[in-house]
């Protein structure tokens, strides 16, 4: 899996109901991990979700108990609660408590699927990420993972894809050759690597790769990615 992928904790204890979720959101490109109770959810918190889906109905510990400890761990996660709570205090206790949003049980995965992306995206305007990127024909939806030329969708590997993110995150800024290969590789990694994949990318987005108007080299010190105009 991509390590550009969003990142989404499933924390519901009936095995059903993880399978469904897992194969719904699989299918658009998230990575998924799960935890069948409070305690393993809140083992999972290091490896950073992106986005928390919490049932409350948990076996160990109350639903929204977890859901405070989550928020005072990770004030950024988003957090979308299922409950087979209907009632409007119910989801007032749990928006109040620092969930994002609330989904009642049963749902529809369509509908579950729009409230996740809305959650990402308000998550990724706090933190000052743009969840949609537009400069000049191309846009980058960070949300849904898709790059496009004009209306044309542009296939690319995770590694280039995780290349196109780190500079769509830091659009206007020039970014160095040890910052990329640090994000993407590891220290040790020879700068030709990046090299190649830069010319890889700039092959599927520029209109002519040989004079990028995008993917911008500062000679000596990295690329920068052209900001919105």
Same mark, same amino acid.
Do not use: C
């Given at each position: %899996?991509?390590?550009?992928?969003?990142?989404?904790?499933?924390?519901?204890?009936?095995?059903?109901?993880?399978?469904?979720?897992?194969?719904?959101?699989?299918?658009?490109? /998230?990575?998924?991990?799960?935890?069948?109770?409070?305690?393993?959810?809140?083992?999972? +918190?290091?490896?950073?979700?992106?986005?928390?889906?919490?049932?409350?109905?948990?076996?160990?510990?109350?639903?929204?108990?977890? *859901?405070?400890?989550?928020? +005072?761990?990770?004030?950024?996660?988003?957090?979308?609660?299922?409950?087979?709570?209907?009632?409007?205090? #119910?989801?007032?206790? !749990? +928006?109040?408590?620092?969930? $994002?949003?609330?989904?009642?049980?049963?749902?529809? %995965?369509?509908?579950?699927?729009?409230?996740?992306?809305?959650? +990402?995206?308000?998550? *990724?305007?706090?933190?000052?990420?743009?969840?949609?990127?537009?400069?000049?024909?191309?846009?980058?939806?960070?949300?849904?993972?898709?790059?496009?030329?004009?209306?044309?969708?542009?296939?690319?590997?995770?590694?280039? /894809?995780?290349?196109?993110?780190?500079?769509?995150?830091? !659009? #206007?800024?020039?970014?160095?050759?040890?910052? *990329?290969?640090?994000?993407?590789? $590891?220290?040790?990694?020879?700068?030709?690597?990046?090299?190649?994949?830069?010319?890889?990318?700039?092959?599927?987005?520029?209109?002519?790769?040989?004079?990028?108007?995008?993917?911008?080299?500062?000679? #000596?010190?990295? /690329?920068?990615?052209?900001?919105?105009?």
């Amino acid at each position: %899996m991509s390590s550009g992928a969003l990142k989404i904790l499933v924390v519901d204890d009936e095995p059903p109901i993880r399978k469904l979720l897992r194969m719904g959101l699989v299918t658009e490109g /998230y990575e998924i991990i799960e935890a069948p109770n409070g305690k393993a959810a809140l083992q999972l +918190l290091p490896q950073s979700p992106d986005l928390i889906i919490l049932d409350l109905g948990l076996p160990d510990m109350q639903g929204l108990d977890l *859901l405070k400890r989550v928020r +005072l761990q990770n004030e950024h996660v988003a957090i979308i609660v299922l409950s087979s709570r209907g009632d409007e205090a #119910g989801k007032v206790e !749990a +928006l109040d408590s620092g969930a $994002d949003d609330y989904v009642t049980k049963p749902f529809g %995965m369509n509908e579950l699927l729009a409230r996740t992306r809305s959650a +990402l995206r308000h998550r *990724l305007q706090v933190q000052g990420e743009r969840p949609l990127f537009r400069v000049g024909n191309l846009s980058v939806d960070l949300v849904r993972r898709i790059v496009k030329l004009s209306e044309t969708e542009v296939r690319l590997s995770p590694k280039e /894809y995780d290349l196109l993110r780190q500079m769509v995150q830091h !659009a #206007g800024k020039v970014l160095t050759h040890k910052f *990329l290969l640090d994000k993407l590789w $590891d220290q040790n990694t020879d700068a030709q690597y990046l090299r190649v994949y830069v010319r890889q990318l700039r092959h599927k987005i520029e209109p002519d790769p040989e004079r990028p108007e995008y993917i911008l080299t500062e000679t #000596g010190i990295g /690329y920068r990615l052209r900001a919105p105009d």
